[in-house]
Nanobody, 120 residues
Framework: QVQLVESGGGLVQAGGSLRLSCATS????????MGWYRQAPEKQRELVAA???????NYADSVKGRFTISRDKAKNTVYLQMSSLKPEDTAVYYC??????????????WGKGTLVTVSS
């Protein structure tokens, strides 16, 4: 059973920084893209950042220049370094992974989420 476990959320003042981590465990063949999404109250879930197996990255316009996604392939872990945080960054942040199963089927998994609260 594949699991994604996020950590690193919490309460921070505006202008501060947080680092989120997401570790993937279980049995699978390989991981393709990993990403972070967020969902604020009464809003739809949105992509924050993603990183491919080859290291290409993609960011939402709202976080460009402030957030950095990175990946440790040996640890099957993805990170999100968040700086210059704003109150509008407050949301539950979800980790996402697209991987190939042991039988080479493409699967998408989600973590349970970690809450980030930015106070003004």
């Amino acid at each position: 059973q594949v699991q994604l476990v996020e950590s690193g959320g919490g309460l921070v003042q505006a202008g501060g920084s947080l680092r989120l981590s997401c570790a993937t465990s279980g049995s699978f063949f390989s991981i393709n893209t990993m990403g972070w999404y967020r969902q604020a109250p009464e809003k739809q879930r949105e992509l924050v950042a993603a990183i491919t197996d080859g290291g290409s990255t993609n960011y939402a316009d709202s976080v460009k220049g402030r957030f950095t996604i990175s990946r440790d392939k040996a640890k099957n872990t993805v990170y999100l370094q968040m700086s210059s945080l704003k109150p509008e960054d407050t949301a539950v942040y979800y980790c996402n992974a697209e991987l190939l199963s042991d039988t080479y089927y493409r699967r998408i998994y989600w973590g349970k989420g970690t809450l980030v609260t930015v106070s003004s």
